[in-house]
């Protein structure tokens, strides 16, 4: 009867399952800040080989690792879904994504036909099994409204990839009668809004309420925001394949829609419950204003690069705070279900100190960043700072993995198997 | 009143009452702190009696099912009576960073076990059942005491 009507109560996934995608991304993390540092001169060029090899990095390497590791582990406990051999699949997502990333950047800076095929076929291989999964089991359940939100995003995503594999196969010269740089525009519109921001968005509804106990957003606006959003985006890639000018006008609904969203949920934190001010909350709150003022600059129409800054500052910020959350939990969560009474606590596992230093290192660096925008020199302590700071993530993650395998080895544990 | 009604608006008494605990060791309270954790530590064991001797039971006949589901929301019952234990004596000793840790992951797991209560067992007991049978159960369940 569960099964069927969706409402499997299993648990959680095995830990590494979603630690292995998140050290992923926080090590591309690393990677990206040194492309930052060498290659910030072409940044406004979005064309340029250099600066597609920095944002595929950071969307793909860095933003896809993490927001999958989050999905293997949200789908069961906060849907009732089930995946299947989450530790094989999640062990050949990891790798071939994280292979085909590194081809893909060689690919942009080579421009070898044979390095995008081989980077598109692992990238592919590696979404697409796994979105076919979570999105075949997110169709049998009934929806709550962030499992119906993970399901459009997960579709978004399948859109972006394929668009993606039209744009690579006309790159390697095939012939396709369709206009590159509108389908670039969709392109980047699904991956940006329909993927990243839907899925933030939907996880919001559940996580933002359970992690501080804030008030519930209301049911009819969870429901139909996503819905909204992903129609507007379908709408807009019909006017741009047809040629019509006012898919623009589209888009500004949708940075309406995010203006919106980012100030209702900066009014749920401002009510939270819980006298908690840790560092994952003003991750939170820095993500929060950073979506504001990227749909206000992409409202004016005020520049590519500024803005881009903003939604990728809105976007690591809420990585950071999930992370800062999630990984101590279920380092603890998982040796206290197997029975270690000498589990280290949440705070044992990060401690709050560290997370806050990373927490303000990261915002110098968003902030650097920013200004370098207009004193290019700046770039490189900017860099340098993003580095510190997904090396503080990247360390964080690596260390709770350390903490509990050291348990699971040396740890007390209690005789589950009394007679 | 629906099933669904009386028992999370349970849940949302208990946030609250954690949640004025976690101010008061914060603010450095002990005393305070001790007798909202105590009150804290009283509604949701109370709580969790309610649903272990009379919703689980019924929610085992309306299914047919006493191994699926509530069985895993006794298994967390048992984890949360575990924490409080831990939490209980980090505000004995006045440990305030021990008390913070352990009820960051106590909050988690309860609004982690609250949901999929919520969100599954109490939404499907509510459409079962008709007013009749769901009032007789709350009328049960006020009746019950520590």
Known sequence: MFQNSGLSLNQAPPIEVVLRLFLIGSLFGIALSFMLFFWHDNLSDISHPTTLAIVHTLTLGVMASFMLGALFQMMPVLCGVHIKAPIDLSVRVSFTLMFGVIILIFAFLKGESSLYIIASILIAFALFSSTFVMIKELLKIKHSNSSRGMLIALSSLVITLILALILVSMRVGIDIPLNYINLKSIHFSFGLFGWIAILIISVSFQVVEMFYVTPKYSNKYAKFTPLFIFGLLLIYMALQILGYNLAKYILNIILILLAIYALITVDKLKKKKRPINDASILFWYIGMSSLLLFALLGFLNISTLVTALFFTSFALSIMFAMSYKIVPFLVWFHLNAKGYFDAPMMHEVISPKYAKINFYIHTLALITTLIAIKFSIIFYFGSFLLLVSFSMLSYAIYGAWEKYDWTLRNGKKFNLNIN | ?146
Do not use: W
């Open chain 2, 1 to 146: 009143m629906t099933i669904s009604n009386y028992l999370t608006n349970e849940h949302r008494e208990c946030d609250n009452i954690f949640a004025q605990a976690e101010q008061e060791v914060a603010n450095g309270d002990f005393k305070k702190a001790e007798e909202s954790f105590l009150k804290f530590a009283d509604e949701t064991l109370l709580h969790f009696k309610k649903e272990e001797e009379q919703f689980f039971p019924m929610f085992e006949e309306l299914t047919g099912s006493s191994d699926g589901p509530t069985m895993v929301m006794k298994h967390e019952h048992e984890q949360v009576r575990g924490l409080m234990g831990k939490m209980a004596e980090a505000i004995e000793s006045q440990n305030r960073d021990a008390y913070l840790s352990l009820a960051e992951s106590m909050m988690i797991l309860l609004q982690q076990h609250n949901m999929k209560e919520e969100q599954m067992l109490y939404a499907m007991a509510d459409r079962v059942t008709d007013a009749n049978r769901a009032n007789e159960l709350i009328s049960k369940m006020e009746e019950l005491t520590l």
